[in-house]
């Protein structure tokens, strides 16, 4: 019986100090959404076919602006597949920076390996022209199809990715960062970890200096000396070691059966028992053969009988666990299959028993 890994997570006070840039961000600075239309070319017959009439569209549009008139009869677009373009970049990117992008057809192309990416437009939520992509498209994968109808595929062939292939042309609309004041914003909302930052904060530079507005801003008040360099004093702000706080939670990977615990999650007093009902069906299967020179055929029955096992395991006592390797020693006496591991964690917290949020992936 394979046995249930439980990994537990103790983090002593030294290994919860983090940076506050690790945990944070500043007001201003944030993450922007690009999107784009394209045309990926050079596939090996696995583009969009005739069907795909916005492909065929693009490509006359394409062609005029190079001044050929291709009439659309005598299109084939079997080498050619219409995509869509999606990046996320940093808005302090400045023209000139390169980004990575990610290519996705949009059509019924069934593989982009071997495709380039033609030069497109990229635009942000509010139709800002941002930059353009082009470039050769990585697919992690492959999706060959034989006449026969035989077919080997790996991974996702219409899926694919540009290193560095987008390129900023404009500045990204961003607001502008007061001199005199600054917010920190952290990405995991916590009252305990904001109150700890605004501490950390005075601290280091001085009272009074950040206040924690609520469980995700905390206002910095840049000192007069510092004001002519600020990014100097918010470069110093970043450093500070912060204690972060950490919700109690228990992770359970369904897959691999691999529970990942924190070390605030307790299990009160609780009785486990659990059993497994094994159900099988065999065949008998019952050959009725007629007499010789007769009219009648030869039948095949199955006959079909279920069976049913019922393993008894005796019922497990946690008195009061309080590490999760306590709890690993009990799961593991049941001799259960990482199938059953997520019921049991669901019972646990269903009865009370389980102090901590269950988080099932």
Known sequence: MKKILIISLILCNVLLAQRIKDISYFKGVQSEELIGYGIVTGLAGTGDSHRTSFTIQSIISMMKRFGINAPELNLRTRNVAAVIITARVNNLLKPGAEFDIIVSSTGDATSLVGG???MSPLKDGYDNFIGVAQGPVSVGG???????????????????RVPGGGIVRNEI???S???????????E?????SNNVATAIN??????TAIAIDATEI???VPQQNQNNVMAFIAGVEAIQVQQDVQARVVVNERTGTIVAGQNVRILPVTISHGNLNISIRSYPIISQPNSFSQGQTRVFNNLIPTTEEEKKPAV????????????????SLNISPRDIISVFQALKQAGALTGNLVII
């Not at 492959?142 to 694919?160: D, F, Q």
């Open 142 to 160: 492959y999706n060959l199809n034989t006449r026969s109808g035989g077919r080997l595929a790996k991974n996702h062939a219409t899926t694919g």
């Open 116 to 118: 380039t990416l033609l």
């Open 219 to 221: 206002k910095v008040t």
């Open 173 to 175: 609309a961003r607001a």
């Open 203 to 208: 601290g280091q530079i001085g009272a009074n």
């Open 177 to 187: 960062m007061p001199a005199d004041t600054i917010s920190i914003f952290l990405k």
């Open 317 to 332: 006592t946690i008195n009061g666990a309080t590490t999760v390797q306590e709890v690993a020693q009990a799961l593991n």
């Open 189 to 193: 909302p916590d009252f305990t970890t």
